[in-house]
């Protein structure tokens, strides 16, 4: 059967994509945030995912405002990396694997959720670059180490799922996967966040003590965020704040007891706090599994 063996959450800004290019690891403004990402690295190492599942919010290059699904789920063969406008260096593409994402399309559509189904897919900043920055070790080693199932979220136009909803969906998602019959071992990815807002009179609003209880959560008992509605995130953390949906989402995907292998913040990258936290999950007993 397949194996979700944790989680990784990370913020996602385009900038990286540049600083990557540019080899700027080690510049004075971009090494703690590149840091963050080094244990979730060695734990990656270790653990030797085969598949990652990404949770992200598509910024306009599959779906724009005039269509926007709720949940999407790509079930491609192959992502091909694309830039949606900010002039970052466009990747070489990411392996899908069909069967699983075909598998998790029909055990949440089971479960009563409706997601659209994705066989082409293109995939931005959101999945490209924590993809790059957790697997090629700040894009200095090339390859793709793994499979990956894109699982977009709305997280940009209201209506908006709650965070409640996209934990739920998680939940679906995380119980399809460990109903694959495949012994497959997989990482799920939550990419965004945490508090910022680009736009408005409240254009770089950051909230530092919010983004903390959001840590704290989603390594502790996550139920206080299912209680958070969509208005009152964007009050805490942002227009795009929204995007803690998609680490929640992730969260809910992850089923087991957790151990918090790491968590960095720093602020600002760009206009985000930007965050990186990893969470792997406990093995569990056999009969506890069943
Ligand atoms: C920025 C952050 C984002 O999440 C994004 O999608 C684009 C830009 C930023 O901070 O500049
Ligand atoms: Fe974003």
Known sequence: MARILGGLAASHVPSIGGAIARGLQQDPYWKPFFDGFIPGQQWLRDVKPDVAVVFSNDHGLNFFLDKMPTFAIGAAPIYPSADEGWGI????PWPGITPLSWHIANEVVAAEFDPVICQEMLIDHAVCLPLAC?????GTK???????VPVGINTVQLPVPSLKRCFEFGRA????????????????????????QLEGERAGHLNKEFDKFCMDHMAGDPSPLTKISAIELIEKAGTAGLEFMNWMTMRGALLGDLREISRTYHIPISNTAAAVQVLEQLPRMAQAAE
């Open 89 to 92: 260096p466009v990747n070489d």
């Open 134 to 138: 957790f697997f090629e070790e700040n």
């Open 173 to 196: 998602v995380g119980r399809a996967i460990e109903s694959y019959p495949e012994d497959l071992k997989v990482v799920l990815i939550g990419t965004g966040g945490l508090s910022h």
């Open 142 to 148: 090339k390859g793709r180490p793994v499979k990956i």
